[in-house]
C-alpha cells in the first residue's frame, strides 16, 4: 500500500504509533520504526517532516533532553484529540499491521533505547565495559566494569540488553529496599 505523498496520513501513522507505544520516544526509533524495510510505513524523509510538523502543530512534545542529549517526543493531548477524530484515514490494514507490530516490538524498541552498553581497551590490556539504564529524563543505573579482556568485555555487551532489568532489579532490592 503506497501512502507515499500523503502528508495528513503520514502524520496520523506517527501520532497512532506514539499511541500505540505508550511511552516517550526518539527520533531515531520513530524513523526505524515507520521507515525500515520490514515496516516501510512513510520514508524517511517524510517521516521527518511529519515529526517536524507535528511538533509545530503542538501534537507532540519534548519534554526534556536526557543525560545522553538524546530528545524523547510523546503525543500531547492534542495529539490524542486529533487521532481520535480521524483515525479512521489510516486505512484499517495498515493500522491492524503497526498495532501487531508494535505488540510484538515493543519491548525491544524500549530497551535499544533506555539500555546503553559500551565498552574499550585500557592502556594495560584490560577493558572497560560501560552500562547504563537511562528513561526520558535521568540516567538511572550506570556501571562500569573493568574486565580482564575483549572476549568478557564483549560478553557483557552483548548481554545488557537482556539483562538490564534484572540487574537493576536485584541492585535496587539489595541496597534500597
Known amino acids: 500500500m503506497d501512502l507515499s505523498g500523503n502528508t495528513t496520513v503520514n502524520k496520523l501513522i506517527l501520532l497512532f504509533v506514539f499511541d500505540k507505544m505508550e511511552i516517550p520516544l526518539t527520533e531515531n526509533t520513530i524513523i526505524e520504526m515507520c521507515s525500515s524495510r520490514s515496516t516501510p510505513w512513510i ?4 517521516c521527518k517532516q511529519a515529526m517536524a510538523q507535528l511538533l509545530e502543530a503542538g501534537f507532540i512534545y519534548c519534554p ?3 543525560a545522553n542529549k538524546e530528545n524523547y517526543y510523546t503525543i500531547t ?3 490524542r484529540v486529533c487521532l481520535a477524530h ?3 484515514r489510516i486505512p ?3 493500522r491492524g ?3 501487531d507490530y508494535i505488540r510484538e516490538n515493543r519491548m525491544n524498541f524500549r ?3 533506555e539500555y546503553f552498553r559500551d565498552y574499550y ?3 594495560d590490556g584490560t577493558y572497560t565495559v560501560k552500562l547504563r539504564i537511562h528513561d526520558p529524563v535521568q540516567t538511572v543505573l550506570e556501571i562500569q566494569l573493568n574486565v580482564a579482556n575483549r572476549f568478557i568485555a564483549k560478553s557483557v555487551y552483548q548481554k545488557w540488553e537482556e539483562k538490564a532489568a534484572a540487574v537493576y532489579s536485584l541492585l535496587h532490592e539489595q541496597l534500597i529496599e
Open 43 to 46: 520514508n524517511y524523509m517524510e
Open 86 to 88: 480521524f483515525f479512521i
Open 64 to 66: 526534556t533532553s536526557n
Open 92 to 94: 484499517t490494514s495498515l
Open 77 to 79: 493531548p492534542d495529539g
Open 121 to 123: 581497551k585500557n592502556a
Open 111 to 113: 530497551r535499544k533505547q
Open 97 to 99: 499491521e503497526i498495532t
